[in-house]
């Protein structure tokens, strides 16, 4: 890792500063980057309280220059909570080369012109994992092992700020509506998710969540899984989730990631969105994911 300074420069945080640990904001809309935590080492009470606040506080947290294995990330990660087992079945996985049964390659790589991961090819548009279960993934744990040179940037979007900057009138349409989600494994664009519910893993969730830890309202919508709207007609229902998808996707709101080797990033599914940007299939791009449990969301 390289060197750090040994001062907290955020003073958003409520807790204490952790000898040579420093947040840094990534961009005005959400995220930040912490320096001087080597995640291969354990982690003390002092510096994890920093790493919380400073989730709870930017919704995407950086750490550069790791040099992670798969042990490590696991052993991170469950600081935050117990790991989510994977819900597509295990004979739909490619890959055999992992050893924690929830850890989940995110790769085009192929080996004998199958993908050795989940989630291989180009851009995919913008989600929340696991949105389309009952309990969806609290927080999700990504670590880069290869990059391409162009593209493949992973994007995320505050949606508690989607949420705070509604019209009135659409925030009093949507505070006690649900909507349901459903994912195609393999999808990537809402022209291919597939809704045949008899297929296909799927949910309703309050369109409005409000997130647990800090109490504040987010948007629980998203343009890859969520279909229509519960005791809507398709039209209305298709109109209004057009209506919050153009709102959503408002530059404003994203910070736009591009990834390095070593990077771990770890991202809260209950206050924000990611999508990825398109790359091209002659380069190899591989990630290391995993996710941790969350809760029903209200
Ligand atoms: C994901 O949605 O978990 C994958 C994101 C990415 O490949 O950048």
């Avoid at 989940?118 to 990059?147: N, R, V, W």
Wanted: glycine share 6%; aromatic share 8%.
């Amino acid at each position: 890792m390289s060197s750090v300074s040994s001062s907290t420069s955020v003073s958003r945080l409520s807790a204490a500063p952790a000898r040579g640990v420093e947040v840094r904001p990534l961009s005005p809309a959400l995220g930040a980057e912490i320096h001087g935590v080597d995640l291969t080492r354990p982690i003390d009470d002092a510096t994890f309280a920093v790493i919380a606040d400073a989730w709870r506080e930017y919704l995407v947290i950086l750490f550069r220059d790791q040099v992670l294995s798969e042990d490590d990330q696991v052993r991170f990660a469950q600081r935050f909570g117990a790991l989510q087992g994977r819900p597509r079945p295990a004979s739909m996985r490619a890959e055999t080369a992992v050893k924690h049964p929830e850890i989940m390659l995110v790769s085009n790589i192929r080996e004998n012109g199958k993908p050795i991961g989940s989630l291989p090819d180009g851009e995919m548009q913008f989600h929340s994992d696991m949105c389309y279960i009952e309990k969806p993934a609290k927080g999700t744990f990504l670590y880069a092992i290869e990059i391409p040179s162009i593209g493949g940037d992973t994007h995320f979007l505050n949606m508690y700020d989607a949420y705070d900057s509604l019209p009135a009138d659409v925030k009093a349409k949507i505070n006690d509506r649900k909507a349901v989600n459903v994912f195609q494994y393999g999808s990537t664009s809402r022209e291919g998710n597939n809704p045949n519910f008899d297929e296909h893993p799927h949910y309703t969730h309050p369109m409005v969540r409000t997130h647990p830890d800090s109490g504040r309202k987010a948007l629980f919508v998203n343009r890859l899984m969520t279909w229509s709207v519960e005791g809507m007609d398709e039209a209305e229902s298709a109109a209004l989730l057009d209506r919050l998808f153009d709102h959503i996707e408002q530059p404003k709101f994203i910070y736009e990631h591009k990834w390095r080797v070593g990077d771990l990033l770890l991202w809260d599914n209950r206050c924000t969105l990611h999508a990825r940007t398109d790359f091209s299939d002659k380069e190899r791009r591989l990630l290391r994911r995993c996710v941790i449990q969350g809760d029903k969301p209200y």
